[in-house]
């Protein structure tokens, strides 16, 4: 069982930036794969971008050219660093691991793109 915490959402103007960052702790092993998904209030929780152990990455069309992921394995983080933001972006955050087929969520973070 591994646990997650999320940090570095917030208020941000459109056309700005943020950097979210997802600690892991626990066991970590093997082939994994990381990901970050966001839920804006009264949709379905959506895929934004995953990232396995050995690096590859998979980005949804609504954030391609505007977000990357990546992750640090000897800090056992991973980020999602966010571009260009606009308000459809505004949502609540969480961070993923799928470790062995078992799946673990963190508490979630709030962006929001305003002016």
């Known amino acids: 069982q591994v646990q997650l915490v999320e940090s570095g959402g917030g208020l941000v103007q459109p056309g700005g930036s943020l950097r979210l960052s997802c600690a892991i702790s626990g066991s970590i092993f093997g082939f994994n794969v990381m990901g970050w998904y966001r839920q804006a209030p009264g949709k379905q929780r959506e895929l934004v971008a995953t990232i396995t152990s050995g690096g590859s990455t998979v980005l949804s069309n609504s954030v391609k050219g505007r977000f990357t992921i990546s992750r640090d394995n000897a800090r056992n983080t991973v980020y999602l660093q966010m571009n260009s933001l606009k308000p459809e972006d505004t949502a609540v955050y969480f961070c993923?691991?799928?470790?062995?087929?078992?799946?673990?969520w963190g508490q979630g973070t709030q962006v929001t793109v305003s002016s």
């Open positions: 993923n691991a799928l470790i062995l087929g078992r799946s673990s």
